[in-house]
């Protein structure tokens, strides 16, 4: 099973839902701003994109600009943002078994497929 951390109303998310859905994948869609991930989903969802916390904070957010720009968090810190302020969270991230894309642009999807 494909899992997506998918914002619908975010355009590139919708595109790599519909490449998955597509190639008759099964999928599992996880709207994160509602379900929003634990700090230990965040770690398990990093080791298999292979990234820090803060490659996949989005640094455009008004709730970045206004709470983060400028500061020198630990990880442990930006995990921590992320669960506070799931809006931070790069979109969309396609996990398949153990290996993970931000599928910008929505074609990297097939990167682990």
């Given at each position: 099973m494909i899992t997506i951390y998918h914002n619908n109303r975010c355009g590139k998310s919708r595109s790599a839902l519909c490449i998955l859905?597509?190639?008759g994948k099964k999928i599992k869609t996880v709207e994160y701003l509602k379900d929003v991930p634990t700090v230990e989903e965040?770690?398990?969802?990093?080791?298999?994109?292979?990234?820090?916390?803060?490659?996949?904070?989005?640094?455009?957010?008004a709730v970045y600009l206004e709470k983060y720009k400028g500061?020198?968090?630990?990880?442990?810190?930006?995990?921590?943002?992320?669960?506070?302020?799931?809006?931070?969270?790069?979109?969309?991230?396609?996990?398949?078994?153990?290996k993970?894309?931000?599928a910008r642009p929505p074609e990297k999807v097939n990167e682990i497929l």
């Open positions: 859905e597509e190639q965040l770690k398990s969802i990093l080791k298999k994109l292979k990234m820090k916390p803060h490659d996949i904070i989005r640094t455009k957010e500061k020198n968090l630990s990880d442990e810190q930006w995990l921590q943002a992320m669960h506070e302020n799931p809006i931070l969270i790069e979109r969309p991230i396609v996990i398949n078994g153990n993970a894309v931000v």
